[in-house]
């Protein structure tokens, strides 16, 4: 069982404020100080620091979050195994393309394995990050970017990514100049995904940004985006699971900006999570 003043130390980390930790661990804020001095004293190091007046983690903190993310997994998992429930609990995230459009097979066959218990959450790569560090997942498949230093990872496949727009459009089936497409009303998803995040890198690496578009429209939906798409109101950028999952849609690529990118598996380190991946590949 981790000590009380650990979960301290993972609640600053987690709102980064001295204040907000005391009220939401109904603790005073000198005891959370103390708390952490203590930590840092048995450690011999400092977790956190102040710049202009902005809380921030050390090198040193930024290590020792992670361990403790591991632990506290760990702790949780070997409390399930003690308890010695029947029925194997499964808390898997996954980005909307994967999740929507490459693991649905892989769902059904758990679905239809005795003694499982299934939770999916399909959600934007940032959530589903913060769901692994608090132990609502056990594993991610990602799409895209994530910081590979801070986490155990391993390839399920790569993908491209390309543009979709629709049957009759001047781009269908054809390399375009990046600088034809600012005309177009560009569809994305939200802030936090992760084709969103290939886009604007792609963007950044040709000296543009989103503002480069005459209009933009931000949609959280494939379903909706593509339904937009082929009514004519406007391009996006996708996988190509998600462009080959409806006929209506005709795809295109950017001139000298062919783009593939990886699908992962994405667990906490020193942890056991990776046993979860056999019933994904």
């Not at 059904?108 to 692994?132: M, P, Q, R, W």
């Not at 998803?189 to 886009?199: C, K, N, P, Y």
């Not at 001139?255 to 019933?279: C, G, M, P, Q």
Request: neutral net charge; glycine residues 4%.
């Amino acid at each position: 069982m981790l000590d009380s003043r650990i979960y301290t130390f993972l609640k600053l980390c987690d709102v980064m404020n001295y204040r907000i930790t005391a009220e939401e661990l109904n603790m005073t804020q000198p005891a959370v100080t103390q708390h952490i001095k203590f930590l840092e004293n048995y450690y011999g190091c400092n977790f956190f620091k102040y710049s202009s007046r902005k809380l921030s983690k050390t090198p040193e903190g930024v290590l020792f979050e992670a361990y403790l993310r591991s632990a506290d997994y760990n702790q949780a998992t070997i409390k399930n195994q003690l308890s010695k429930k029947i029925k194997q609990a499964i808390r898997i995230g996954a980005t909307k393309t994967i999740g929507d459009y490459v693991i649905t097979d892989n769902i059904i066959e758990l679905l239809n394995t005795k003694d499982i218990d299934l939770s999916l959450y399909v959600d934007n790569t940032s959530n589903l990050l913060d769901a692994l560090n608090h132990k609502k997942i056990s594993l991610a498949l990602i799409e895209g970017f994530f910081d590979k230093a801070h986490y155990e990872y391993k390839l399920l496949r790569e993908e491209a990514f390309i543009g979709i727009c629709a049957k009759n459009h001047s781009f269908a089936g054809k390399e375009v100049p990046i600088e034809s497409l600012f005309d177009e009303n560009l569809i994305i998803r939200e802030e936090g995904s992760g084709t969103r995040a290939i886009l604007e890198q792609i963007l950044i690496n040709n000296n543009h940004s989103l503002d480069s578009f005459k209009t933009t429209t931000c949609i959280s939906s494939f379903e909706v985006i593509k339904k937009l798409v082929i009514y004519e109101a406007g391009i996006s950028f996708v996988y190509n699971a998600v462009a080959k999952s409806d006929s209506n849609l005709m795809t295109f690529k950017i001139k000298n900006n062919h783009i593939t990118r990886e699908f992962n598996f994405v667990y906490l380190k020193n942890t056991d999570a990776n046993k979860y991946i056999s019933y994904f590949e």
